[in-house]
């Protein structure tokens, strides 16, 4: 009679469910997340996961192509299979800041002033390759419109090519006044904050491709597009040479407050 | 006295026993449910939280949505018809909001029945227990998992109201045809949003749980009304309609939302781009990370795709003798792939998705016969120095094969009509003349070209494969053929355009890059040879079926008539049709003539493509600054000045216009004797 009293009176209360299910719930949070909708969720994490390291790594490389100051940065940035966008202005801007007979290497001036202000041109898009970087010039269609090889070697020459000349710091009116030891020179570099340093000396590949030592280092007394031409004098089994590099204007402030308490 | 005593006595042995028996059960019960729930899954809070998640959605080139793929969003009750919730409460569980989760009336019969009635499995899970399933539960039918599952129940009825647990029911419920969730298929099957469904459409979704497959309205709409009936029935039975409605109800035919059954045909395209997507991300990126895929797919020209080939396969049935039930269809494929970016805009692998999967426009790898002939021609006349006034003699030809039999190449019509210039014998697609061609050029230079035009399959360095016998597919025979229509250029061909993250920010672009492969003034002369295909040749069956745009060709018939394909192009799309069956069985009509490409895939080529073209400029291919045109005598391959003919006039004499480099001169001795 007892089991028939407890089994209707659950058949009419629902007792015993409401009890097992309080008693689940009360350990719900100390339980797996297992079973399909959770396999699902963790799916998802990994997905998302997965896209935020292609879009983090894209952003990373759009932004260090954004500070590129030279075709080298711009090589140097984008990694084999890594691409990013480069605005029309930015890709005149380095264009710029190449000698001319060293740009014509690139591209024809006639056919840049086609591509940037009489073309269909919508967007540059740059993708990397093992030893250089590939820049598209493509229209609001996605089609290729130009297409230009860089391969860093190349850049590298002719990066060096229009910033090594014979000779000594003498020679050159524009260093007058600002030419200090290469001893003077790192020291007052070093004494700067180390963050500053990256837009100092930019392109230091250009410096450790070269033989000899430095003995003298001159500041430019122009700035141009935001950058100072740096000096650097080489010495050779007797030859000098003078090889140039750009730094950041502000950088390159920076550093000549320090410079002015050495001796020139 | 002592009766009463016994009566007492036997009353206490029954009450302890009931007592013993009672904390028997509840302990068994206990542990139960102690050992049970150690392993239990845990319950989301909310509930829907887990439910909801970003879709991966694919886009057509319109900006269409194709397909939502992966997970689903949820919608709220109020934005669901009143209908609906009704027919479903009705037909799954009309005590759904008295019970605590399990219906246990209805179980205990259900257990009789399944215990005691061999052969008989009767169900009675409550929509709750339906949830719990679906949300933490494979489909393997256990004790073990059924009592999991009855566990679960209990608590998702403790910890939420019956609206929450509605709520989650039917936007994760399955309804087949690719449609979890009230909200997806009601705009998969009636293209409206679920709170917009009528009483006949709502009963007749609510039906489709049970068996989305069988009750799959696109496919069996008979028995999708037989069960909406039902529904509509129960609805009556437990109060939520009267009986008047339910007659009315019965009455309507509900008309299935047709477009979708239309982008239905780019299923084959849609499994062709999520493999791709998956090669590229991953699974979980591609079915579960919310991605948007712009796609290159056409809608438009995929539904005049999808007609024009089953009418194509229709009348090739008939031509053939088929009938509706007989078990073995011919089967087809048609690719179609913009010349000017390589963009795929129609992608269909086969006659009905639903029927067979298999996506013969990448997967099946057939032989293309003289649908091979362009890259053998364009071989020679780079190689050899060969032009499309060159004369050759269609004579028989026996070219003996290193460690094998001779080969002995056979003419369609099995006969030989001696001296004619090549422009005549690619229209006339004269083996034999194939066959001296492909033996002084060599077979690897034919595959060569076919490799740079960007035939991806193995290809043997076998003199045959000037006749075709190595496999390809119908993708890359279309992709290739754009080659030509872009005069040597070639467009790596591409199913997305853009793939993007949940939040827009963009992951992938596809830039359509150029890249010169083919000589232009060469791929032109091929191309003029193959548009005379379609003016005069074995694809002018197009012609008559009023497709009178410039456009260049190729028919490929293979031996036993096995398979039968038309290749072809404007200068802005290029089209392969592919037809035969998945045995390589023989096509053949009623009168046991074999069916050729210029039979069955030339007319569902021109069909396309006269609705594809319908809206856009006629234009005709671009002549190269060094080409320059000559009128030839086909016999002698020398300069007339007679008119074009393209058949024998009264004095067995026809001409031909021929595309001449400024090097080459018809009539040259060289051609006299043969280059």
Same mark, same amino acid.
């Given at each position: ?123 540059? +898009?740059?993708?990397?390759?093992? @030893?250089?970087? #590939? /820049?598209? %010039? &493509? ?7 130009? !297409? ?83 000096? +650097?004098?080489?010495?050779?089994? @007797?030859?000098? #040479? /003078?090889? %140039? &590099? ?7 402030? !920076? ?10 | ?675």
């Amino acid at each position: 009679m007892i089991t028939a009293t407890f089994l209707v009176s659950e058949l009419r209360f629902d007792w015993f469910e409401n009890l097992v299910g309080s008693y689940l719930a009360s350990t719900n949070e100390f339980r797996p997340q297992t079973g399909v909708i959770w396999e699902a969720g963790k799916h998802t994490t990994n997905a998302h996961e997965y896209l935020n390291k292609i879009i983090n790594k894209k952003e990373d490389t759009q932004h260090n192509v954004h500070k590129a100051s030279s075709f080298l940065n711009l090589i140097s940035d984008i990694l084999p299979g890594e691409w990013v966008t480069l605005e029309k202005n930015h890709f005149q801007t380095l264009y710029l800041t190449l000698e001319k007979s060293m740009a014509d290497k690139i591209i024809e001036p006639a056919q840049l002033v086609w591509l940037l202000k009489g073309s269909m041109l919508d967007r540059i +898009f740059c993708e990397g390759i093992p @030893g250089g970087i #590939k /820049i598209y %010039f &493509i229209d609001s269609e996605n089609r290729v419109i130009k !297409q230009i090889d860089f391969e860093k070697q190349f850049i590298l020459e002719i990066e060096s090519a229009q910033q090594a000349v014979t000779g000594e710091f003498s020679e050159i009116e524009e260093f007058s006044g600002r030419i200090y030891t290469a001893e003077n020179f790192f020291d007052a570099v070093f004494k700067l904050p180390p963050d500053i340093l990256p837009d100092l000396i930019v392109n230091p590949e250009i410096l450790l491709a070269q033989a000899g030592k430095i003995i003298n280092i001159g500041i430019w007394n122009v700035s141009q597009n935001g950058y100072i031409k740096l000096g +650097f004098e080489f010495e050779e089994q @007797g030859a000098k #040479k /003078i090889v %140039f &590099i750009k730094g950041r204007e502000w950088a390159v402030w !920076q550093l000549s407050l320090y410079l002015q308490g050495g001796e020139n | 006295m002592n009766c009463l005593l016994k009566v007492l006595k036997f009353f206490r042995f029954f009450l302890f026993f009931g007592l013993i028996l009672v904390s028997l059960a509840g302990l068994v019960g206990m542990f139960l449910v102690f050992y049970a729930a150690k392993d239990l899954p845990q319950l989301p809070t909310p509930l829907s939280r887990i439910i909801e998640r970003p879709q991966t959605q694919i886009y057509a080139s319109n900006g269409q949505v194709l397909t939502t793929i992966g997970t689903r969003k949820t919608i709220p009750l109020n934005m669901v018809s009143q209908d609906f919730i009704n027919a479903i409460i009705a037909t799954e569980d009309h005590r759904f909001f008295e019970h605590h989760g399990i219906n246990k009336l209805r179980t205990l019969k259900a257990l009789y029945i399944t215990l005691f009635q061999s052969g008989r499995v009767q169900g009675a899970s409550t929509i709750t227990q339906q949830l719990a399933k679906n949300l933490f539960f494979s489909f393997k039918q256990t004790y073990k998992r059924k009592f999991k599952e009855l566990l679960v129940a209990l608590q998702i009825e403790a910890s939420n109201t019956k609206e929450e647990i509605l709520h989650a029911y039917i936007n994760q419920i399955y309804f087949g045809a690719g449609a979890q969730g009230i909200e997806k298929a009601s705009r998969q099957f009636f293209g409206k949003s679920a709170l917009k469904l009528k009483l006949p459409e709502a009963a007749l979704l609510a039906g489709l749980p049970k068996s989305p497959t069988n009750y799959n309205p696109y496919r069996h709409l008979d028995r999708a009304i037989k069960r909406r009936d039902i529904v509509l029935r129960r609805m009556a039975q437990v109060g939520f309609i009267s009986d008047l409605e339910y007659q009315q109800a019965r009455l309507v035919k509900p008309e299935l939302y047709r477009e979708k059954t239309d982008s239905r045909t780019g299923s084959y395209f849609l499994d062709a781009l999520i493999s791709q997507l998956i090669e590229k991300y991953g699974e979980d990126v591609v079915f579960h990370g919310g991605i948007k895929v712009f796609s290159t797919i056409d809608t438009k020209l995929q539904s005049y795709a999808r007609k024009s080939l089953t009418k194509g396969l229709e009348k090739l049935d008939t031509m053939m003798g088929i009938r509706n039930e007989n078990s073995e269809h011919p089967q087809g494929a048609i690719v179609a792939i913009d010349a000017g970016s390589g963009a795929v805009k129609v992608l269909i692998g086969g006659r009905d998705y639903y029927k067979s999967e298999f996506n013969r426009a990448i997967n099946s790898f057939r032989q293309p016969g003289s649908g091979f002939k362009p890259f053998l021609y364009y071989s020679a006349f780079k190689n050899l120095g060969y032009y499309p006034g060159t004369v050759m003699t269609d004579q028989p030809v026996i070219i003996p094969v290193k460690g094998a039999p001779d080969w002995e190449p056979q003419n369609f019509g099995k006969a030989f009509t001696g001296n004619m210039i090549l422009k005549k014998a690619l229209y006339k697609s004269v083996n034999t003349i194939a066959a001296q061609i492909v033996e002084k050029v060599g077979p690897a230079a034919v595959n060569n070209t076919a490799r740079i035009c960007g035939i991806k399959s193995p290809l043997k360095d076998v003199y045959s494969v000037a006749l075709g016998t190595s496999d390809v597919t119908p993708f890359e025979l279309a992709s290739a053929y754009t080659v030509f229509a872009n005069l040597g250029v070639l467009h790596e061909p591409f199913l997305f355009w853009r793939v993007e993250d949940a939040f827009g920010r963009i992951i992938f672009e596809h830039i359509v890059q150029e890249k010169r492969v083919l000589d232009p003034a060469i791929a032109y002369q091929v191309v003029d040879m193959m548009k005379s295909v379609i003016q005069h040749g074995s694809g002018r069956s197009i012609r008559k079926l009023g497709f009178n745009r410039p456009a260049a060709g190729k028919t490929g018939t293979t031996d036993h008539y096995k398979d039968a394909w038309f290749t072809g192009f404007t200068p802005t799309l290029c089209t392969s049709v592919w037809t035969g069956f998945d045995r390589k069985k023989t096509l053949v009509d009623v009168n046991s003539v074999g069916i050729t490409g210029g039979r069955s895939a030339a007319p569902i080529w021109a069909d396309f493509m006269i609705q594809a073209l319908k809206s856009d400029p006629e234009r005709d291919f671009p002549i190269p600054d060094n080409i320059r045109f000559e009128k030839a005598d086909t016999r002698t391959g020398c300069i007339t000045d007679r008119e074009e003919t393209a058949f024998e006039d009264s004095e067995n004499i026809e001409v031909l216009q021929v595309p001449l480099k400024p090097e080459q001169h018809l009539c040259m001795k060289e051609e006299q004797d043969g280059p």
